[in-house]
């Protein structure tokens, strides 16, 4: 199930990545680290109807978890800008209930 993004990464992407666990109630997953711009290239987790359920993850952090989401579907949306890039991001798992 990871989800990376190797950097220096690409000037204005707007990538997405869906994530799945049938049967779930909820789900959480786990950054193993991300180094963004902090003010202009985030994580954004979004539902079924592109609905943010976090504010924008961005920075330079490791080791956390995102909070709990309702339901077996969710999708890790990333943006950047056109200007400065970081060494981008790994979600190395995750977690349903």
């Known amino acids: 199930m990871p989800i990376e993004l190797l950097g220096p990464y690409q000037p204005n992407l707007d990538l997405s990545w869906p994530v799945s666990a049938p049967g779930a109630s909820e789900m959480r997953l786990h950054f193993q680290s991300i180094d963004t711009e902090a003010c202009c290239d985030y994580v954004l987790i979004v539902d079924a109807n ?7 993850i961005a920075g330079d952090r490791a080791d956390f978890w995102t909070p709990w989401f309702p339901g077996e ?6 943006f950047s800008d056109g200007s400065v890039s970081g060494d981008g991001f790994l979600i190395d798992y995750g977690e349903v209930r």
């Open 50 to 56: 592109e609905q943010p359920l976090t504010d924008a």
């Open 73 to 78: 579907e969710v999708t890790v949306r990333f």
